[in-house]
Structure formats: C-alpha cells, structure tokens
Nanobody
Framework: VQLQASGGGMVQAGGSLRLSCAAS????????MGWFRQAPGKEREFVAA????????YYADSVKGRFTISRDNAKSTVYLQMNSLKPEDTAVYYC???????????????????WGQGTQVTVSS
C-alpha cells in the first residue's frame, strides 16, 4: 500500500500549486482521505479532508476559501488545489487515507491508517 504525493515546489506569495496523491497497491475509492502539513519545529496539522464519495469536504480555518480538496476515484487520486498561497503555508504536505469510508475524526492525524511520504511546499514573500 503506497500513497505518493507530488506537485510541491517553490512559489511566490499569491501563487498557486496543485498537489496530487496517487494510491497504489489497493483501491481507495471507498476511503475518506485527507491532507496534513508540517512546518519546521511544529506539529503536523490538519489541512483538508474529503469523504469517500467526494460529496463532503472539510477544511482548516487557515485555508478555507483558498484551498480545495477533490478526488478522482477512477484514478485513486486525491488533489489539493492551493490558491492565494502565503508564506505561512510553507510546510511539508502529507496525504493520508483512513481505513474505511468513515469521515469521523477527519482532523485527527491518529485516525488515519495510511500516509504518503510528503511533498515540500515553499512560499516566498
């Protein structure tokens, strides 16, 4: 089971990036999924989550209105579109998958069973 995150990079403040998280080894179309991030010296924090169908999405207050999570179950891929990026968005971004369809505890990193390796996002001022 692998989650491969990609799409990170360096961008100026106000710019955009789209992260992708591709699942392999098993299908994740029935699993709720999420994105977290970790800045240097800080705890890993919740960014966004999406239900197995894509019908429900959840966001941290700090990214609401700027970030959009989506998924393509046919491709076992989850996306995070990040617009109006700020220097404080700089972090390593991780995708994660729950063990089932349940979305409960979507903001709690301990409730996710599978994690990707992370992709670096750097926003310069």
């Amino acid at each position: 089971v692998q989650l491969q995150a990609s799409g990170g990079g360096m961008v100026q403040a106000g710019g955009s990036l789209r992260l992708s998280c591709a699942a392999s080894g098993r299908t994740f179309r029935n699993n709720a999924m999420g994105w977290f991030r970790q800045a240097p010296g800080k705890e890993r924090e919740f960014v966004a989550a999406i239900s197995w169908s894509g019908g429900s999405t959840y966001y941290a207050d700090s990214v609401k209105g700027r970030f959009t999570i989506s998924r393509d179950n046919a491709k076992s891929t989850v996306y995070l579109q990040m617009n109006s990026l700020k220097p404080e968005d700089t972090a390593v971004y991780y995708c994660a998958a729950k063990g089932g369809y349940y979305i409960d505890g979507y903001s709690i990193k301990g409730s996710y069973d599978y994690w990707g390796q992370g992709t670096q996002v750097t926003v310069s001022s």
